[in-house]
């Protein structure tokens, strides 16, 4: 059977991946945030998963206003990425896992989450960035993914409390795929963080720490918060918590923390990492 292994939670700046490109890791600006990743990369070269279910928000590169789902699951043989406007190189596609993504797809549809199938789509910095991070050599060659996106764009936005559930349903579903597969989850975006109006460069530190605390074993603490909580709270860009809730919602009741690391700002935003192991793992 497959097997949920942990979850890594990380923050999905465009920025960290023009300093990659750059080799600006060592820089006096860069090397606090850069200095987090070496533990989360060594845990995930002992793990030496088979797929990563990548749990995402798109910025208009795949989905954009006319056409927004809740929820949308890859079941793509690959995975490219293309120029979203960033500057950010363009990466190689990455390996799907078609089988594995209808399962879930069925698992999902099956517990009353409509989501919307993807036999083609584009992967934007929310989805490249921290795979770059995590792997700075690049992707294994076996590594296989399975992009699960949310809606964190355009209102009405799916709750906390529903999205730790789609998380809860996306663990059944792995827990009952027939093939002997490790795999970890993978939950980007936040922490804190506004890009526009008049709270542009808003963070809020004391929340997060609250956050990297809660999710570790009182995840149901976060789920409690509204969207407007969150806008409130984080940032209108750091409602994009909501995937670390996806994330931490897959993974068993308990769980032991391997790692984590915070550090502002990188860019507009507080950077979080979170390395998590399911008991049994
Ligand atoms: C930034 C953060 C994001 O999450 C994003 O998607 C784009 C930009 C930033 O802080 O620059
Ligand atoms: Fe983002």
Known sequence: ??????????????????????????????????????????WLAGVNPDVAIVVYNDHGLNFFLDKMPTFAVGAAPEYRNADEGWGLPTTAPYRGDPEL??????????REFDVTSCQEMLVDHG?????????????????RTVPVCLN?????????????????AIGRAVASYS????????GTGGLSHQLDGQRA????????????????????????????????LAGTQGVELISWLVARGALD??????HSHYHIPVSNTAAGLMVLENAGG
């Open 1 to 42: 059977m497959a097997r949920l292994v942990g979850a890594i939670c990380t923050s999905h700046i465009p920025a960290i991946g023009h300093a990659i490109a750059r080799g600006l890791e060592q820089d006096a600006y860069w090397r606090p945030f850069f200095s987090g990743y070496p533990r989360a990369r060594e």
């Open 253 to 258: 009741e308990h769980v032991a923390k391997v």
């Open 101 to 110: 993504s209808w399962h879930i797809i069925e698992a999902l549809i099956d």
């Open 201 to 232: 460069g808003f963070i809020n530190k004391e929340f997060d720490l609250m956050c990297l605390e809660k999710i570790v074993a009182a995840p149901l603490a976060l789920t409690r918060f509204t969207i407007e909580d969150l806008a409130i």
């Open 127 to 143: 989805f490249t960035v921290p795979l770059a991070l995590l792997w700075p050599e690049g992707a294994p060659p076996g590594l």
């Open 152 to 168: 964190t764009i355009q209102q009405p936005l799916p709750s906390p409390t529903r999205c730790f559930k789609l998380g809860r």
């Open 179 to 186: 093939q002997d597969l490790r795999v970890v989850v993978i």
